[in-house]
T-cell receptor, first 113, second 110 residues
């Protein structure tokens, strides 16, 4: 089944404790992206990647890191989480050019205490 | 940078009434997409519009892309309880970015 798999689904952590949210897709998509969703602000893009080893900043990249060492995986790293990073995070992937339909993962609800 | 505004933020309708959400961009869009997010779920792709003035229909849903490619709308005829959720537009900025609107949360009262 074609899907984007995100883990974990829920995560509670404390300020400053490094964490990684994993994202994997099985559709051979070139494009992968991370978003955060906050009430009243919609979905804001954190980072995106057009291919292996090619990443670029979105609109809200501060405090986040990403890597794209393999085409299928695009982990999101918070090296020193802070309470303002408490949010719902979504990973998404798509082909690029033509019908750029984004497939989203199920989301990760992160709480930083 | 580009901004995509969506109105209204919330809409409550009686089942059977029509519903419309509007999306407006500060700049010209190369294309626009619409997504639906059910409560507790993730966004799911509905449609992509590319051409100026384009209109597409999916059963009770009608999507329009403005002539100037700066605005778009989603209209649902005779809403049903299954239409509940948040509807997002997303406009393409530059080569690799989609900017999402703030979303319209639809509640349908039975």
């Amino acid at each position: 089944e074609a899907q984007v798999t995100q883990n974990p689904r829920y995560l509670i952590t404390v300020t400053g404790k490094k964490l990684t949210v994993t994202c994997s897709q099985n559709m051979n998509h070139e494009y992968m992206s991370w978003y955060r969703q906050d009430p009243g602000l919609g979905l804001r893009q954190i980072y995106y990647s057009m291919n292996v080893e090619v990443t670029d900043k979105g609109d809200v990249p501060e405090g986040y890191k990403v890597s794209r060492k393999e085409k299928r995986n695009f982990p999101l790293i918070l090296e020193s989480p802070s309470p303002n990073q408490t949010s719902l995070y979504f990973c998404a992937s798509s082909f690029w050019g033509g019908n750029e339909k984004l497939f989203f993962g199920s989301g990760t609800q992160l709480s930083v205490l | 940078g580009q901004q995509v505004m969506q109105i209204p933020q919330y809409q409550h309708v009686q089942e059977g009434e029509d519903f419309t959400t509007y999306c407006n961009s500060s700049t010209t869009l190369s294309n626009i997409q619409w997504y639906k997010q059910r409560p507790g779920g993730h966004p799911v792709f509905l449609i992509q519009l590319v051409k100026s003035g384009e209109v597409k229909k999916q059963k009770r849903l009608t999507f329009q892309f403005g002539e100037a490619k700066k605005n778009s709308s989603l209209h649902i005829t005779a809403t049903q309880t299954t239409d509940v959720g948040t509807y997002f537009c997303a406009g393409r900025e530059g080569a690799y970015k989609y900017i999402f609107g703030t979303g319209t949360r639809l509640k349908v009262l039975a």
